[in-house]
Structure formats: structure tokens, C-alpha cells
């Protein structure tokens, strides 16, 4: 089955800094991948996804890459503030059906002021 | 605005208590999940249901049940509750490829 790794498992920047996490997977037959961020005392939301046919999207301050070859995808968040700090969380999927979603590990972010 | 809750924010249990841990969604919703987030393991799929009357195991199932007896409402259901496992417990309900969670049940067994 798919197996989805994540690193680094915790990271600090400065503000303004930028921050990239990255993860990896096994299943050449995952094209779903999103990334969800929870903060303290809240459940996972939603803030990214990719689906395969893409490389690269982009939503403001963050954007996500895919590299299909070699099963990586990366979240690049650009000019942090002290509300990005969250534990992140990459998933990878075959298809976009929850219950086939496998989490990464998750990444706790931090940012300094 | 989207919602799923879950009933409680944190419970302590004794060992070998039956547990039930409730969440709703107001988005009707047909697929919900449980998971399990322990550190260092992210989040592990427990139990899913893609109907009502419906359950199908996750990756986790033992020791844990389910009951989903109205669209809006799924039950994670520990039989006999054990030390290992006190974790988060997460509810989930997704349309199509966005899963909606609620704010997490932190249980301890003692």
C-alpha cells in the first residue's frame, strides 16, 4: 500500500523567512495530493492541493510542486507570520475518495517573531 | 460555514470502560471517517462509513466499533477501553475530495 514520508518532522524560521516542506510517497498510482494545516487545539483543514496533471499551483503566499518521476511534492510557504505556525500535514490519494487518503507524519512549523 | 463537531474536547476513561465518542456533520455529507493522530505517526484511518448502516474498516479497526444509524451522525465505539489507546480522535466527513474535521476528542485511559 501507499506509504507517505514527511520532513522535516519540525521546523523554525524567522519571520518573513521562507519555509518548505517536503514529502515523499510510494504509489505510482496516487494523483491526488493535498495539504492540510491544524492549528492548536483544531482539527486539520484543508489550504492546498495538486492533483497530477499539474506541477506547480499557487494560492497567495503558498504553492505546492509535484514531481511525479521521483513521487515527491513539496508546500512552500513564502513571507511566514506567526499564524502559519501549525502542524502541516502532506496526504497522498489515488483517487479523491477520503477513505483512501494516507497522512504523512505531519511537520510542526514555527515562527519566530 | 461547515461544521462537524464532536461531542467532547477531552474524556477520561477508566480501563475497560465502553467509550463512545459522537461526532455530526451539518453538511450532508455521505462519507465519515475516524482517525486516530498519535505524534510521529500523522493521522491513521480507523473506521469509514459511505452511507448510513455502512462501515468499512480502516487501517486501525481492532478494538474499535462503529455505528451509523443517521446520515449526519457517526460513532466511534471502544468496547473495552485500553491505556494504548489514549490518543486525539479525529472525525472527518469529506465532499468528494476535501475532508471537513472536526476540533478533535483527546482520551485518556487510566
Known amino acids: 500500500g501507499e506509504n507517505v514520508e514527511q520532513h522535516p518532522s519540525t521546523l523554525s524560521v524567522q519571520e518573513g523567512d521562507s519555509a518548505v516542506i517536503k514529502c515523499t510517497y510510494s504509489?505510482?498510482?496516487?494523483?491526488?495530493f493535498p495539504w492540510y494545516k491544524q492549528e492548536l487545539g483544531k482539527g486539520p483543514q484543508l489550504i492546498i492541493d495538486?492533483?497530477?496533471?499539474?506541477g506547480e499551483k499557487k494560492d497567495q503566499r503558498i504553492a505546492v510542486t509535484l514531481n511525479k518521476t521521483a513521487k515527491h511534492f513539496s508546500l512552500h510557504i513564502t513571507e511566514t507570520q506567526p499564524e502559519d505556525s501549525a502542524v502541516y500535514f502532506c496526504?497522498?490519494?489515488?483517487?479523491?475518495?477520503?477513505?483512501?487518503?494516507?497522512f504523512g507524519p505531519g511537520t510542526r512549523l514555527s515562527v519566530l517573531p | 460555514d461547515v461544521k462537524v463537531t464532536q461531542s467532547s474536547r477531552y474524556l477520561v476513561k477508566r480501563t475497560g470502560e465502553k467509550v463512545f465518542l459522537e461526532c455530526v456533520q451539518d453538511?450532508?455529507?455521505?462519507?465519515m471517517f475516524w482517525y486516530r493522530q498519535d505524534p510521529g505517526l500523522g493521522l491513521r484511518l480507523i473506521y469509514f462509513?459511505?452511507?448510513?448502516?455502512?462501515?468499512e474498516k480502516g487501517d486501525i479497526p481492532e478494538g474499535y466499533s462503529v455505528s451509523r444509524e443517521k446520515k449526519e451522525r457517526f460513532s466511534l465505539i471502544l468496547e473495552s477501553a485500553s491505556t494504548n489507546q489514549t490518543s486525539m480522535y479525529l472525525c472527518?466527513?469529506?465532499?468528494?475530495?476535501?475532508?471537513?474535521f472536526g476540533q478533535g476528542t483527546r482520551l485518556t485511559v487510566v
Open positions: 472527518a466527513s469529506t465532499s468528494l475530495s476535501e475532508a471537513f
Open positions: 504509489d505510482s498510482a496516487s494523483n491526488y
Open positions: 495538486i492533483r497530477s496533471n499539474v
Open positions: 496526504a497522498a490519494s489515488p483517487d479523491n475518495y477520503g477513505q483512501n487518503f494516507v
Open positions: 453538511m450532508d455529507h455521505e462519507n
Open positions: 462509513s459511505y452511507d448510513v448502516k455502512m462501515k
